[in-house]
Nanobody, 124 residues
Framework: VQLQAFGGGSVQAGGSLRLSCAAS????????MGWYRQAPGKEREFVAA????????RYADSVKGRFTISRDSAENTVYLLMNSLKPEDTAVYYC??????????????????WGEGTQVTVSS
């Protein structure tokens, strides 16, 4: 199983980026997937997730209303559209996938597969 993230880069505050995460090795259309980030000197934190069963989404409070997670199950890809970016969004962003479809199981067992990160830098 491999997860590969694309789309990071440098933007000015207020700008937008779209991250993509392509999964290979198994179909992930029925499983929960998500995005996490880690800023320098900080612990990795949850950003957004989408369930596998019915496409329910969840977001960290810090990104609600600005970020949108979506998936293309046929392409085994999950996206993160980031609008109104702020300097505090600067971090390495990681995509992750679970062997479960629901958030309760993800919350209990965590994500099972992780991709290499992609850097997002937002300048003021």
């Amino acid at each position: 199983v491999q997860l590969q993230a694309f789309g990071g880069g440098s933007v000015q505050a207020g700008g937008s980026l779209r991250l993509s995460c392509a999964a290979s090795g198994r179909p992930f259309g029925r499983y929960a997937m998500g995005w996490y980030r880690q800023a320098p000197g900080k612990e990795r934190e949850f950003v957004a997730a989408i369930s596998g069963s019915n496409g329910i989404t969840r977001y960290a409070d810090s990104v609600k209303g600005r970020f949108t997670i979506s998936r293309d199950s046929a392409e085994n890809t999950v996206y993160l559209l980031m609008n109104s970016l702020k300097p505090e969004d600067t971090a390495v962003y990681y995509c992750a996938a679970s062997r479960f479809s629901d958030f309760r199981s993800v919350g209990r067992y965590g994500m099972d597969y992780w991709g290499e990160g992609t850097q997002v830098t937002v300048s003021s």
